[in-house]
Every structure is written in structure tokens, then in C-alpha cells.
């Protein structure tokens, strides 16, 4: 016999989310690798074993173990985009866009994400951990184990990198693993409103090399955690020239790339991003029929963010469907942020995408696991459970995985184990 720390035994449904060999498209997007009556032995923080009972228990023994069931076990949910660090909210413009205006009339008068930077460059390194972690604690309750965060309501080098100090400090402080994104080119701040181009140069020649030396002496390098930069390519934010030059600027400092292209208006940040080989190009609400074709030829991942077109009161949504016919990989993200998608929860983003964009529940889940951790450049580490992985594994008070979409409103997460430790129960 073969000592565990943890044995998960008796789930009704144990689906894997497995994919050896890369993320999953097409019909791979519907096999979640089912096991009925299925085992994980668990040991420190990794995966060793996942089989049926029956095998697991005829190998291996643990002081601990957790019956499962009538219940589901899966990966760990991993929300590839998020906005989640900042400080107050937007509840003001929210009755503003009940009212009638949208939000990008709201940003273009001075509203938007600038008045997030506003509110967070008042604010310290300890009041943005306070105010964040409550946020990351409901992440974990709904599932989330991993997460990308972004900065990005700084915009200017002390408040971004006031930003970076803010993740990785919870990243030492609360369970959930962080993934960290440098977004300084989220918004053009007021005080470059009328010389948008400084701030580009600003972003190019000061911010983002002292953040990739942030990177550099961080504890996410240290611990294998990829360093990302974005852009928000759009109107009234930063055009597509623009963006190339950011972009093409951190991939010379060794940082991986994403992109926001497409939330409203098409400017070619599809094309950029597959040219970059970007990790992942992101919303995609406009996207063309020509750029589904480029992004299904390339190694980025769609990520698409049904909360954000739900909580802007939009009937339109991104094309996930066409995505994924046209064969490209998909994730799904909260994209959680005080403007446009105040949502902690990945079931409910699926729950959404089931519904408007119609994924099936098997699309989903691989979209919020495997699929999202390849987003966030850690698909060989976290996204689904096999042997080698970190144990980030739920147990659901469900014996239908397909109950994630298909249920909404209640909490279907029973217990969450992140890095082999019941950290929710
Ligand atoms: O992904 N589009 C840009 N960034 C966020 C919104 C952030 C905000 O409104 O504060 C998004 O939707
Ligand atoms: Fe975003």
C-alpha cells in the first residue's frame, strides 16, 4: 500500500477535465472525462492518483478521507481575467446606465475606469488588500482556486506598481493562486487626456520595464507564475497602433501577452494578438467571421466574458458558439471589475454562456478549467485533475456536473481543497 495525505472517494461523478495535450477544441470541448464511482489520491500539495475507488483504495491508504458521495468532483474553476483589485465601486454609474446612458458614454465624460484610478491611487498598499481580499474570499466559496489580476487603475508608474505590490501581497495572504498582469495601458489618465501619446511612451519607456523588474525579484517568478502584459484596444482607449507598440514592447522585456479586442468596436486587436502569439485575446464581442478563423489557426485562447454584456444590460453577446465551431480554444471569465462586471462567480458566467451563447454544460466546464488555466499560461499545472497537478479540487452538493449550468442563483461549491488543504468546507 502507498500513503496519501487526502483520499476524495465515492464520487458520483468525477470529471477530469484531462488534456494531455493542450486545450481542448472542437468535440474534445464536450468530453469532460467522466468517472463514476471515482477516487483522487492526493499527497502535499499534488495530485497522484485518479481512478475508481475501487483501484485507488486497493493502492493507496491516508489518515484522511472524504466520502463523496452523491456528490461531483471537479478541478478547481480558474477566472483567467480578472479586474479584482481596486478600491470603492461604481454603484452611481450603475443607476446612471439604468437611467439610459451606456458605458462607453459614461467613460468618454470621465467616468469609467478613470474614476476607479481616482479612487485607488487615494488608497494604500493595506487598504487595497483589505478591501480585495473579502472579493478573493468569495472566489474561493464559488470555486475559483486560481486567478489572473490585473492592475490597470493606476495609470501612472507609482500607482501600477503600487498595484503590483497589492497582488503580490495577497498572493502571500489568502489561498487562491494569483497570476499577476500588468495593464497599464487600461485608460488614458485624465492628465494625458490631450497627449495620449506621452502616456504611451510613459507606459513603454518607464512603466513597464520597471514592472517587468518587479516581475523579475518577485515571488511569482520564483515560483513558476508567468507575468503578463494587456491593453485595452478601443476607442477612447488605445488604438490599434498603440497597442502593437505596447505589446510588442513587453514581449522584448520576456513578458507574455493578452489583449481586451473587440468589447465594442473591431479595431484589428484579433490580428495583433494571433501575430504576437498572444496567451490570449479577450471579450471578442465584435470579433469578425475572418478574425474566428485567424484565432482558431493559433495557440491564443478566446477568452470570452458573458457577465460583462449581462451586467451592461446587452442582449448582445460574443459569438462563443461560432468560436468554438470554428475550432478555436475557448475560456470563460467573471472579467470581476466595479465597472462592467461586479461577479465573483464562474458558475454564473456559465450559467450565462449556457443560456446566451449556447454552450453546452461540458463546453463550459472545460472552458472554466483546463481551457482557462492554458489562458493564464498554466495549463500544465492547474485546469484539471491528473496525476503530477496541484490538488486544487471541488466537491459539489450535486451528482450532475451539468447542474453547474444548469442551476443559478444558490452556490453548488460544498467543500474547496487549493493545494491539497481543505480550505472550505
Ligand atoms: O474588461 N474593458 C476594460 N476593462 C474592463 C472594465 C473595467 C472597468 O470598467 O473598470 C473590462 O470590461
Ligand atoms: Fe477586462
Not at 229 to 235: G, M, Q, S, T
Not at 386 to 401: H, I, M, R, W
Amino acid at each position: 500500500m502507498l500513503n496519501a495525505d487526502l483520499l476524495i472517494l465515492h464520487a458520483s461523478q468525477l470529471v477530469t477535465c484531462a488534456s494531455p495535450r493542450g486545450p481542448k477544441r472542437g468535440s474534445a470541448m464536450r468530453e469532460v472525462g467522466l468517472l463514476e464511482d471515482g477516487a483522487i489520491a492526493i499527497s502535499g500539495d499534488k495530485i497522484l492518483e485518479v481512478g475508481s475507488t475501487t483501484d485507488v483504495t486497493a493502492r493507496y491508504t491516508a489518515k484522511t478521507s472524504l466520502d463523496a458521495t452523491g456528490k461531483v468532483v471537479c478541478p478547481g474553476f480558474v477566472d483567467p481575467h480578472t479586474h479584482v483589485v481596486y478600491a470603492g465601486d461604481r454603484v452611481a454609474e450603475f443607476e446612471q446606465r439604468i437611467q439610459g446612458l451606456s458605458y462607453m458614454e459614461i467613460m468618454a465624460a470621465g467616468g469609467g475606469i478613470v474614476s476607479s484610478a481616482r479612487a485607488v491611487r487615494a488608497a494604500s498598499v493595506e487598504q487595497l488588500v483589505k478591501e480585495t481580499r473579502p472579493r478573493l474570499e468569495s472566489m474561493l466559496r464559488l470555486g475559483t482556486t486560481t486567478l489572473e489580476v490585473k492592475t490597470g487603475y493606476g495609470l501612472d508608474e507609482t500607482n501600477e506598481l503600487k498595484l503590483l505590490a497589492v497582488i503580490e501581497s495577497l498572493a502571500t495572504s489568502q489561498a487562491c493562486t494569483l497570476v499577476p498582469t500588468f495593464l497599464g495601458a487600461h485608460a488614458v489618465p485624465a492628465e494625458y487626456k490631450t497627449t495620449p501619446e506621452k502616456y504611451v511612451q510613459l507606459v513603454i519607456e518607464k512603466m513597464l520595464p520597471r514592472a517587468a523588474d518587479w516581475y523579475g525579484e518577485s515571488l511569482f517568478k520564483a515560483r513558476g507564475i508567468p507575468f503578463f502584459c494587456d491593453v485595452f484596444c478601443e476607442l477612447n482607449a488605445f488604438n490599434l497602433d498603440q497597442s502593437r507598440r505596447i505589446l510588442e514592447a513587453a514581449v522584448a522585456l520576456g513578458l507574455g501577452v493578452k489583449i481586451h479586442a473587440d468589447e465594442f468596436t473591431p479595431l484589428g486587436g484579433v490580428t495583433l494578438a494571433v501575430d504576437l502569439k498572444a496567451v490570449s485575446a479577450d471579450h471578442l464581442d465584435a470579433t469578425t467571421e475572418v478574425e474566428r478563423v485567424r484565432l482558431a489557426n493559433s495557440n491564443t485562447i478566446c477568452v470570452v466574458l458573458p457577465a460583462v454584456n449581462f451586467h451592461l444590460g446587452s442582449a448582445h453577446f460574443a459569438d462563443a458558439r461560432a468560436l468554438l465551431d470554428a475550432g478555436c480554444a475557448l475560456a470563460l471569465s467573471t472579467d470581476i471589475n466595479p465597472g462592467s462586471a461586479p461577479c465573483p462567480s464562474m458558475p454564473l458566467v456559465m450559467a450565462i454562456a449556457s443560456r446566451y451563447q449556447h454552450m453546452l454544460p461540458s463546453e463550459t466546464l472545460n472552458a472554466s478549467t483546463i481551457n482557462a488555466a492554458h489562458a493564464v499560461g498554466l495549463g500544465a499545472k492547474v485546469g484539471s485533475l491528473e496525476p503530477g497537478k496541484q490538488a486544487d479540487v471541488l466537491l459539489l452538493k450535486t451528482s450532475d456536473y451539468r447542474h453547474l449550468s444548469y442551476r443559478f442563483g444558490e452556490n453548488l461549491v460544498e467543500t474547496v481543497i487549493k493545494n491539497g488543504v481543505i480550505v472550505q468546507e
